[in-house]
């Protein structure tokens, strides 16, 4: 129990995003309103019957509703955790999503391609916008913020170019490329399962491996970086391609749950991912932060709004709530080393 | 490549004459203003103990010392940049506060900083009058009269440029005139000029002399902070000479030379007895022919196996500039370097660390280090790739390497997964060392290996630097101690305005002579 | 960082990446008149379906030469257009505000300049043009809230049940749809008749009405009558969650958004996914059968208002 507040308090912005999720769920779930009706829900190895009176909130339905809902911005977050790593930002991811969608719709009802090509194409789609974002960044050495503002215009308009300004509607009936490919990637857990899969391996690559340990590095400080022979530009390709391809996967999923492609998909998307990672307390300096933090953010972000909704919050007082929520989750983050271990009573840390 | 320019170098530097001729002595004057006792500590570091010293009006008066001397901290104190930790300063017999720059304005004291505190994007009159911007009742700026604020000062020191021209856009020579107008506008009875001289090109200092012996006939007292013995000559009618932190002396400028004064910066009670044994081989590793660079001008010397050269020289002499040329920070204009037999030139320091060239920065908190990351991830970072199978890292060889390591560096941290930050400065020290040691280079570049490390640690290091020259590396060294060059290196190389001007065997030579090299006034190739 | 480029390079790069885009637009006919439409954004599909029925309807004349500008969504730039517009004295200006304040001014410089002007969908506050051509959201409203309560009356024999209303963003074409509807709904309210259970904004995107869904059905535990979407792309995603959790749920339930474009509400109440959708008229065809009129017969003079009649699509 020591050891664990100790490795706690050694990654102390965790523990604090971890605290704030906790709360966070023990009012919701306070806050939820009951079932009105017993319902039985399945566990997959039992049946359960809950109550009357149950908290909606805590049932497996709602909360596997939470996680689809929320998926297409969890898989941006991934790529923008290591993005922000680098002290850089992307804010095209959106308009990547809404370029991924088009293209997998238009592939899926223009041609007789099956539909896994089309969700090739659009993951591709993605891919290369990334790269291009990467190879600007490192090659002009342009401040990211630039970079992306302008292919987050530029990318939006080519995706409408390409769908004309319409809705692209996915042909849904049986037996069609359309129809295997909504009944497969829109189902929930492929949904829900292609966003923990990513975040197991995107977990992995920043934590285990020779790429993630030079992503922290290199945000923490380019300079010495440099001067200790890392590859940084490589690498800023590397982190903003990955980036692009998982927008494509974020795009191929929308296309999926909204069976279509229409231009409001993705507009501002980038706000909220944005929002997710630094809620998981990763800086905007760079060097600082963590898959795990982002997920935890997103856990924080979508709880939130699945208790106001099913509470039936009016948005206005939603979007107040929820920035109140922002900056306690990041204000959370500020508390000062020493206070910390003595709040969780184990003693000074040793220097 | 034989030294030809060394042998033309080592006869004795003379005196030039100087640039103004003294006025009447200045300290038959009431003093202007009078510092005793002055002390100054940062955390557990003395920067100054106890100094007295007094400055008269119509005067010039070098602070003179050693890099690390206490002669910056002196000048900013009195212009209240840096507070004074102890001590009395009297302006014109009264007892005054100086805590920050606007009461030391207040009195009339101003400095002009090394790294000039200008505003690049703002004009030269609005960068003259930017304490003083209302010319009016209105609360508006009214551009025409700061213009004409701006031109009075700069009639003064005969600059003659536009008072709408960016600061920015103006040369740095013109720019530290600016800072001078700046200050005579606020009607500075003493002004304080810290290493003003070190950016600027001969002609810029020639001008900038002209003003101050103008100044100085003006009444107003000009305090000189430098270690440059020609401009303390051409310029200065008194020098202060301090010495880690302590007064040593004043002296009348017409009435002593550049070797007493070499004396009292070194001061006799230095240890140099201590010497690390020698390992240097015949062996050539590296051999360096006419170097030039953005910053190297002209730079020979040799490096053996098993061999440690040290670079002396003044700050902006060029030695970590080598460094730098070798790693492939900066591009090689002209010249030859030789690393083993091979001709090299790297457009990256990850190819001299391919090539085995290892770069220890000057500055290990901005070059070095990642700040908030864990000590092993610092020390393992070179090498990773090399423990990595297919990119995946082997945390188990990571953890012994680094342990193994860290013994050699005699590295003290509470573990391994504490962030370098919160380590001490000589354990930050020890990690970026260790991560070159693992790197198992053969040429060592090491920018200061000591700078602000506490005593023990010192120790340490040069044990370090020892077993790599006991093990066949080739070392290069720079330093600003001199003691501690002898005491490490096989040979010193002495720097000078970006060339090599002097290849010293330490057992032949001596802090005098090294000094005397590197402060001599520019080197006119034989 | 490449070298800076020369002042001139810059310049002549310029000039000539303009000129090339530009060049992509021009067209050298000799119509006999000339029409000039001043869009307020091209990049919506609605509005997209105005141009395209547009170029469709004058491209049957060769006497006309249209010309179509895109506003994308700026004011500044909308007004930029009019002015741009004006000097090329076109027999007709038609105009689709982005707002109904910030093109006055141009507006009535062209009809101080003698040219004939059409307000086209949303009206301005200067109403500087020679006839306002649109269509009333609180009467697709009202006809929307009758759809509700008829449809509820086959469903329970009389006007009852629960209600969810997804609305848009808050503009005024999202009040007037409400208001519209509410009108008719609210006596029914009122005698504890029609309860609305739920009500979440959703921006008139898919993608949030789905959220915004998916928490009202778990919060009113499937138990609702009506979905009322203030636009069709927010009432699929409604019945795409709906189906998502129960196919027969998503059959009963009353589902109804508005606009009605061909590519969108029409498709989806064909397949049977939405019950009603309302058409919000394109405007298109009446402007052009006005405009040619104003155009070729200088005695007609158009009215101040055409309010175009929605048109209900109904399926299931």
Not at chain 1, 209 to 219: E, I, M, P
Not at chain 1, 266 to 279: H, K, P, R, T
Not at chain 3, 261 to 284: I, M, N, Q, R, S
Request: charge should be negative.
């Amino acid at each position: 129990m020591n050891k664990l507040l100790q490795v706690l308090a050694q990654r102390r912005d965790l523990t604090l995003t971890l605290i704030v999720l906790v709360a966070l769920f023990i009012t919701a779930v306070i806050i939820s309103p009951g079932q009105r009706f017993p319902k039985e829900e399945s566990l997959g190895f039992m049946t359960v019957t809950l109550p009357k009176g149950w908290p909606i909130f805590l049932t497996l339905e709602n909360l596997t509703d939470i996680l689809r809902t929320n998926a297409i911005i969890g898989v941006m977050a991934l790529g923008m955790t290591l993005v922000i790593l680098t002290a850089g930002i992307d804010l095209s991811v959106g308009s990547i999503l809404l370029l991924a969608s088009v293209v997998t719709g238009l592939v899926i009802r223009d041609t007789n391609a099956p539909w896994i090509a089309a969700v090739a194409l659009g993951i591709f789609a993605g891919t290369v916008v990334g790269a291009l974002n990467g190879a600007l960044i490192a090659k002009l050495k342009v401040q990211p913020f630039i970079i992306t503002l302008a292919t987050m215009i530029g990318i939006r308009g080519l995706a409408k170019m390409f769908s004309n300004n319409k809705t692209v509607l996915l042909p849904n009936e049986e037996g069609t490329q359309g129809y295997a490919f909504i009944e497969i990637v829109a189902s929930k857990w492929v949904t829900i399962g292609s966003f923990v899969v990513l975040a197991a391996v995107f977990a992995l690559l920043l934590w285990g491996t020779v790429f993630g340990r030079y992503v922290r590095a290199l945000g923490d400080n380019a300079k010495a970086a440099d001067y200790a022979g890392l590859p940084t530009q490589r690498m800023l390709v590397a982190v903003y391609t990955l980036t692009g391809m998982l927008a494509g996967v974020a795009g191929v999923l929308s296309c999926a749950l909204d069976e279509n492609a229409d231009s409001t998909q993705g507009v501002a998307a980038e706000l909220d991912v944005i929002a997710v990672v630094v809620i998981g307390g990763t800086s905007l300096a760079g060097g600082r932060g963590s898959i795990l933090g982002s997920v935890l953010g997103l856990l924080i972000i979508m709880i939130l709004k699945n208790i106001l909704g099913l509470n039936n919050i009016g948005s206005n007082e939603q979007q107040v709530i929820m920035a109140g929520v922002i900056i306690l989750a990041v204000a959370a983050q500020m508390i000062q080393g020493s206070s910390l271990p003595a709040w969780l009573r184990i003693g000074p840390l040793k220097n | 490549m034989p030294h030809r320019f060394f042998q033309a170098q080592s006869t004795h530097v003379t005196q030039s004459p100087p640039d103004t001729q003294p006025g009447p002595d200045p300290t038959t004057q009431d003093p202007l203003l009078r510092a005793s006792g002055i002390c100054k500590r940062y955390g557990g570091v003395v920067a100054l103990d106890h100094v007295d010293v007094t400055f008269f009006p119509g005067e010039v008066h070098a602070l003179m010392g050693e890099n690390g001397a206490g002669k910056s901290t002196l000048g900013k104190l009195i212009a209240g940049a840096v507070p004074a930790t102890a001590g009395d300063i009297e302006v014109e017999g009264q007892l005054v506060r100086i805590a920050n720059p606007t009461d030391a304005q207040r009195l009339g004291i101003t400095i002009i900083f090394q790294e000039l505190d200008l505003f690049p994007n703002l004009s030269v009159a609005e960068n003259i009058a930017i304490r003083n911007l209302r010319f009016g009742e209105s609360g508006l700026v009214r551009y025409k009269r700061m213009d004409e604020f701006a031109l009075k000062a700069l009639g003064r020191i005969g600059l003659d440029i536009s008072p709408r021209t960016l600061v920015g856009d103006l040369p740095v020579a013109h720019q530290q005139m600016v800072a001078i107008a700046r200050a005579l506008s606020m009607d500075a009875r003493l002004i304080v000029f810290d290493e003003s001289t070190s950016a600027l090109t001969d002609d810029a200092v020639d001008r900038l002399f002209e003003v101050i012996g103008q100044l100085r006939d003006e009444g107003v007292a000009c305090v000189f902070v430098t270690h440059k013995m020609d401009e303390v000559f051409r310029l200065a009618d008194r020098v202060t000479v301090l010495r880690d932190g302590r007064y040593v002396g004043t002296k009348r400028a017409a009435e002593t030379d550049m070797a007493e004064l070499v004396r009292m910066m070194i001061g006799h009670d230095v240890d140099t007895s201590k010497h690390s044994p020698s390992h240097a081989t015949e062996q050539p590793m590296l051999r360096i022919a006419g170097l030039q660079t953005p910053a190297l001008k002209d730079v020979s010397f040799d490096v053996h196996r098993g061999e440690v050269v040290g670079l002396a020289g003044l700050v902006g002499a060029g030695r970590g500039e080598i460094g730098r040329a070798l790693f492939g920070l900066d591009p090689i204009t002209g010249g030859s370097v030789e690393l083993a037999g091979r001709q090299i030139g790297f457009g990256s320091p990850r190819q001299a660390m391919r090539a085995g060239v290892a770069l220890l920065p000057r500055d290990r908190k901005t070059e070095g280090l990642m700040m908030q990351m864990s000590v092993r991830e610092n020390t393992s970072l070179a090498v990773l790739p090399r423990i990595s199978p297919a990119g995946w890292i082997g945390r188990g060889e990571e953890a012994s390497r680094c342990d193994a390591v860290g013994q050699t560096t005699r590295l003290k941290a509470a573990s391994p997964h504490i962030a370098v930050s919160s380590l001490s400065g000589g354990n930050q020290q020890k990690t970026l060392l260790g991560r070159w040691l693992l790197t198992d280079a053969d040429l060592f570049f090491l920018d200061d290996p000591t700078r602000g490390v506490d005593i023990g640690a010192k120790e340490d290091i040069y044990k370090i630097i020892e077993e790599l020259a006991q093990r066949g590396k080739a070392i290069i060294m720079v330093s600003s101690e001199l003691p501690e060059l002898i005491r490490c290196c096989d040979r010193i190389i002495v720097m000078n305005e970006g060339r090599s001007v002097a290849d010293l065997k330490r057992s032949e030579t001596n802090q005098e002579e090294i000094l005397t090299y590197a402060t001599a006034g520019p080197v006119v190739s034989a | 960082m490449p070298a800076r480029l020369s002042a001139f390079t810059m310049i002549a790069l310029t000039t000539l990446s303009t000129l090339l885009l530009a060049g992509c637009g021009g067209s050298g006919s000799d119509a006999k008149y000339l029409v000039i439409f001043c869009q307020a954004n091209n990049a919506e599909p609605y509005r997209a379906a105005q141009n395209e029925r547009f170029e469709e309807l004058f491209g049957e004349r060769d006497d006309v030469k249209l010309v179509i500008y895109d506003a994308a969504k700026n004011g500044t730039k909308q007004v930029e257009q009019i002015e741009q517009a004006i000097k090329q004295q076109p027999d007709l200006l038609i105009v689709a505000p982005l707002n109904n304040a910030t093109p006055n001014k141009p507006m009535e410089k062209a009809q101080e300049a003698g040219i004939k002007v059409i307000c086209l969908e949303r009206n301005t506050t200067g109403k500087h043009y020679d006839t306002f051509i649109g269509c009333d959201n609180k009467a697709i409203g009202r006809m929307a809230g009758e759809f509700i309560v008829k449809a509820l009356t086959e469903k329970h024999g009389e006007p009852k049940g629960k209600l969810i209303e997804l609305k848009g963003s808050e503009i005024q074409a999202m009040n007037d749809r409400h208001d519209g509807a509410f009108e008719v709904l609210q006596p029914h309210i009122d005698a504890g008749k029609i309860e609305v259970v739920h009500t979440a904004t959703a921006n008139w995107a898919k993608t949030e009405a789905r959220a915004k869904m998916t928490e009202a059905y778990n919060a009113t535990e499937g138990d609702f009558d009506v979905i009322y979407a203030h636009n069709d792309p927010m009432a699929h995603g409604a019945y795409l969650v709906i189906k998502g959790k129960n196919e027969q749920a998503a059959k009963d339930a009353i589902i109804v958004g508005i606009d009605g474009l061909a590519e969108e509400g029409v498709k989806w109440v064909e397949a049977g996914d939405l019950d009603a959708t309302f058409e919000y008229p394109l405007c298109v065809d009446k402007a052009v059968e006005i405009g040619m009129k104003m155009i070729e017969d200088p005695d007609f003079k158009p009215e101040a208002t055409y309010i175009l009649d929605s048109r209900p699509i109904t399926g299931k």
